[in-house]
């Protein structure tokens, strides 16, 4: 064999090495990154789970544990009141029908705990008066819950590849969320076989493409899911704020980058509602002073699902302090003035004219004109509310 043909088959060899390498390190490249994502969602669906639990479980205590008439029947051990209340809570919220009192030390320093134990999860309410003075200390009453119906009641869809696990615990961290997904699929195969062929460079823009594509696309994806799944009005809402506010942006001169984080936190600026009891969200009456307060929490949880995305730092700010009002009366901090990060004070007008002139279960739309007579009168930004009313004019 002639020294040609032993170069040609040494550079065979070599390519074949060079292409099994690239290939080997695409699929573990490819491995990590779907790892990642994986995990990511999955902290994102157990947070989702935790904060809806804990909704609930707040709504039992204030509604039925810090109250003369609950106390009074478990000092008395009137069964009969019990088994009203028992049947009155397990349809309104998501506890099984198994109440029972309990001989427990209780010193009132919180509200409930949740335990998880043997693969049961239980929550124990202390049982306070109304004014919340004066407690039972020697009793407790113990709902037991079924994480797995609650997900799949409320967070799942047909396509679900995760399951609850329960981990004995003596607080939430016990409700795990699993996904079952398996990181490589066949289409990942095939990719590490195209990327070989393209060479180290072009593994790397696909791996940087992949990450970008999973946090902004992906990942909004899953959350906008959730979102609509619970609440429908909320959803569209979401998309209409969001579509003003990028008007309102495009009229300040904002550049495209600028508009579509906009863009991102209108669509997200609710999403912290999926912590909230649907019973609270969709009430056709007035909310309750405790009622509202619990919807206030939603822009505090919102900025912690949009946080867990590290490329929507920006756009987490902005959900957390869309409610935030010129004058400090709005939250969750009561920011004033300059303190309120601008685009939130965009995405504010936005929010409040979208609300204004849509139809809701307890009152019609106004029309635009009154809406923007009840803006004027409210601590908006007037700069962003005179944007909007002149467009409207036209």
């Given at each position: 064999m002639d020294s040609s043909h032993v170069i040609c088959l040494?550079?065979?060899l070599v390519n074949i090495i060079i292409f099994l390498i690239i290939f080997i390190l695409s699929l573990f490249g490819l491995h990590q990154l779907?790892?990642?994502r994986i995990s990511e969602n999955e902290d994102l669906t157990e947070n989702a789970l935790h904060a809806f639990i804990i909704s609930n479980a707040n709504g039992v205590s204030n509604g039925y544990f810090q109250w003369d008439e609950m106390l009074r029947a478990v000092l008395n051990n009137n069964q009969a009141q019990l088994n009203r209340y028992e049947n009155e809570i397990t349809s309104m919220f998501s506890m099984n029908d198994d109440m029972e009192i309990i001989e427990k030390r209780f010193d009132g320093s919180a509200l409930y705990d949740i335990i998880t134990r043997d693969g049961t999860t239980y929550i124990e309410f202390g049982i306070f008066d109304s004014n919340a003075d004066f407690y039972s200390p020697d009793q407790m009453i113990r709902f037991s819950i079924d994480p797995q119906n609650i997900f799949d009641q409320t967070l799942s869809n047909p396509k679900s590849k995760y399951h609850v696990e329960i981990i004995d615990s003596s607080g939430i961290e016990g409700i795990r969320v699993i996904n079952t997904e398996k990181?490589?699929?066949?289409f990942h195969y095939v990719s590490a076989f195209s990327l070989a062929l393209l060479g180290l460079f072009l593994i790397q823009s696909f791996r940087q493409f992949s990450i970008t594509s999973h946090y902004e696309i992906d990942g909004l994806s899953n959350i906008v899911m959730?979102?609509?799944k619970k609440d429908s009005y909320t959803a569209e809402h979401s998309i209409e704020v969001a579509n003003i506010a990028v008007f309102i942006a495009s009229q300040l001169g904002y550049s495209k980058k600028e508009q579509?984080?906009?863009l991102k936190a209108g669509h997200l600026h609710d999403i912290g509602k999926i912590g909230i009891s649907e019973s609270i969200l969709n009430k056709s009456g007035k909310l309750l002073y405790e009622e509202y307060e619990e919807i206030k929490k939603h822009s505090l949880i919102g900025y912690e699902i949009v946080s867990h995305f590290p490329n929507l730092k920006e756009v987490a700010l902005i959900v957390k302090h869309?409610?935030?009002l010129l004058d400090g009366s709005g939250y969750p901090d009561g920011l004033k003035g300059s303190e309120i990060p601008f685009k939130s004070q965009i995405l504010?007008?936005?929010?409040v004219f979208n609300a204004l002139t849509?139809?809701?279960p307890y009152r019609k739309g106004f029309d635009k004109v009154q809406a923007f007579e009840i803006m004027a009168q409210m601590p908006l930004n007037q700069e962003l509310v005179t944007i909007l009313r002149t467009h409207y004019k036209k």
């Amino acid at each position: 064999m002639d020294s040609s043909h032993v170069i040609c088959l040494n550079n065979k060899l070599v390519n074949i090495i060079i292409f099994l390498i690239i290939f080997i390190l695409s699929l573990f490249g490819l491995h990590q990154l779907n790892s990642d994502r994986i995990s990511e969602n999955e902290d994102l669906t157990e947070n989702a789970l935790h904060a809806f639990i804990i909704s609930n479980a707040n709504g039992v205590s204030n509604g039925y544990f810090q109250w003369d008439e609950m106390l009074r029947a478990v000092l008395n051990n009137n069964q009969a009141q019990l088994n009203r209340y028992e049947n009155e809570i397990t349809s309104m919220f998501s506890m099984n029908d198994d109440m029972e009192i309990i001989e427990k030390r209780f010193d009132g320093s919180a509200l409930y705990d949740i335990i998880t134990r043997d693969g049961t999860t239980y929550i124990e309410f202390g049982i306070f008066d109304s004014n919340a003075d004066f407690y039972s200390p020697d009793q407790m009453i113990r709902f037991s819950i079924d994480p797995q119906n609650i997900f799949d009641q409320t967070l799942s869809n047909p396509k679900s590849k995760y399951h609850v696990e329960i981990i004995d615990s003596s607080g939430i961290e016990g409700i795990r969320v699993i996904n079952t997904e398996k990181p490589l699929q066949l289409f990942h195969y095939v990719s590490a076989f195209s990327l070989a062929l393209l060479g180290l460079f072009l593994i790397q823009s696909f791996r940087q493409f992949s990450i970008t594509s999973h946090y902004e696309i992906d990942g909004l994806s899953n959350i906008v899911m959730l979102l609509s799944k619970k609440d429908s009005y909320t959803a569209e809402h979401s998309i209409e704020v969001a579509n003003i506010a990028v008007f309102i942006a495009s009229q300040l001169g904002y550049s495209k980058k600028e508009q579509r984080t906009l863009l991102k936190a209108g669509h997200l600026h609710d999403i912290g509602k999926i912590g909230i009891s649907e019973s609270i969200l969709n009430k056709s009456g007035k909310l309750l002073y405790e009622e509202y307060e619990e919807i206030k929490k939603h822009s505090l949880i919102g900025y912690e699902i949009v946080s867990h995305f590290p490329n929507l730092k920006e756009v987490a700010l902005i959900v957390k302090h869309h409610h935030e009002l010129l004058d400090g009366s709005g939250y969750p901090d009561g920011l004033k003035g300059s303190e309120i990060p601008f685009k939130s004070q965009i995405l504010n007008v936005a929010d409040v004219f979208n609300a204004l002139t849509t139809d809701r279960p307890y009152r019609k739309g106004f029309d635009k004109v009154q809406a923007f007579e009840i803006m004027a009168q409210m601590p908006l930004n007037q700069e962003l509310v005179t944007i909007l009313r002149t467009h409207y004019k036209k």
